[in-house]
Each structure stands twice: as C-alpha cells, then as structure tokens.
C-alpha cells in the first residue's frame, strides 16, 4: 500500500517538473487545453477521483476534486495526497486557452502567466515562485520564437540574469526531433523526440546517467481513437520507471489512470467521475 502511494506522489510531482521545454511549454499545453476544451463540450462542472492500490484498497488520505466555475473560466482543482500534502491550483481561461496558473502547496506560491500568437501558439510562459517558509523569490522566463506555426527557438531567463538559449531541429513534417540546451555558448543538454506514421510523438530521449547509454525518458502509445493510451517515465539517474495506461469514455473522457511497475505488476488505480 505504502508504495503505490509513494509512486501516486511520485507521479504528480514529476508530471510538474519535467525539464524537456517542448514537451513541457507546447506538447502539455496544447493536451491541457484539449482537455478543458473537451470538458466544456461536455458541460462538465466538476471532476472528481477516488484512488486505490493493488489490492483494491482505498489509498490512505487522497482527495482529488475539479470544479469549473465563472462560466467556464476558472478552473479549480484540489489535491491530497498522505505523503505530498495538500494542493490548490486555480487555472484561469480565455479563449478556451489557459492565460494564468497560480498553485499554492506547503507555504509555497507558483504563478505562470501564459500568453500566445493570434494563432494558439505559445510565445511567453512566465513563472514567478515565493517560498514564505524559506523567504526566496524566483522568476522564469521562456520566450519562444517561430517559423509559421513550428518552434525554432527559445530563450529560459531565471531571474532576469541567468539565460539559457534552446535551439530546435525538425524534420520534413515540422515534428521538432531535437531539442538542443546551450548557455554561454556552452552544451548542457540535448534531448530527441520520436514519432510514428500519424506524427504522434512516441519517446523523448536523452543520455541516462545511470544507464550510461541513450535511453527515454518518456514513452507514449496511443489507442485507435488516436488518445494517449499510455505513458512511461524513465527517471534521470534511475533504472526504475513506472507505466500509467490509461481507460477513456465515448465522450473521451479518462475513466481510469491505472499504474503498474517495470514487471508489469499492478501499483494503483485512480477512477474519476463527471458532473
């Protein structure tokens, strides 16, 4: 029991903190916003999810709750996890795309204001973080810059100071394949994306330092619907991973996140219901 939990917070924290920008900044967004937009075709108001571990017991202290309010442009979604403490985050909508996210967890406030072309694509994501119980601010600043509707480049500014300029390759169909790091004319990382014949984005890799070889850090599948039907995530200077597969309704909506472990043994299952 303890160690699915362990994993159902693992899962939430690293969902928040991936460190690919395309993936993070334009690949998540756009599925973000595809989801709220499904959520208002629907006329849903309020999400809800119960967790349970490979036993089928309910897992100790998790609350998850969703509500749409303001006529759609205010998205609130509260989380409780035993070991993780609790989470507010209030999601603010314009167009039918996300403009603001503020967070708020263990004295910790996150702001991220998001701003786009006149054609949905993202140009700025500004992330501003107060820690009250360690008395630190800090600023993130990503600019992104493109050639029609494709990325060729962006700009990571921390504090104002700190820039670290990401370079992007493509291939014939404009899928970005690489995703190059260079700060002070200086290599840091290097990521590529991989597709399949439908240009679905399938593995995200780069060098493990565990491993000592290429490796993913993400694998995706999709089911015939063209839905992401499942994830895995490789930890950087790990040799475990886990695999979230996911169940969805007529309406495409997820019914089930269902967790197992590299040997495919079942960990948990989070089951969500619409209002």
Known sequence: MQRSLLLLTFFF????????????????????????QTLLKNNIKEVSAT??????????????????????TLVTTHTELETGGTS?????????????????????????????????????????????AMDTHTTELHKWFYTGNTPDSMIRI????????VHFKKDAQQNITEEIWTKKGRF????????????????????NLQAQQMLPDFVF??????????????PQASSDYIIWKYVYDDRGLKLKDVLF???????????????
């Open 13 to 36: 924290i690293l969902c928040n903190c991936t460190a690919q920008f395309y993936y993070n900044d334009v690949v998540s967004l756009k599925a973000s916003n595809n989801l709220y």
């Open 51 to 72: 967790s349970a571990d490979a036993d089928n017991t309910p897992t100790t202290g998790f609350v998850y709750l969703k509500t749409i309010t303001n006529n759609g």
């Open 88 to 132: 507010d985050d209030f999601d603010t909508y314009a167009n039918n795309l996300l403009v603001k996210s503020t967070d708020s967890a263990d004295n910790v406030l996150t702001a991220v204001e998001y701003a786009y072309d006149n054609s949905g694509n993202i140009t700025q994501v500004k992330t501003q973080t107060d820690d009250t």
């Open 158 to 165: 921390k504090d104002k100071a700190d820039s670290t300029i």
């Open 188 to 207: 840091i990382e290097h990521y590529y994306y991989y597709y399949n014949n439908q240009n679905q984005l399938t593995d995200i890799v780069r060098f």
């Open 221 to 234: 599948e999709y089911n015939e619907a063209g839905m992401l039907a499942s994830l895995t995530q490789v």
């Open 261 to 275: 472990d590299k040997h495919q043994e079942l960990l948990g299952t989070v089951t969500y219901t619409y209002r």
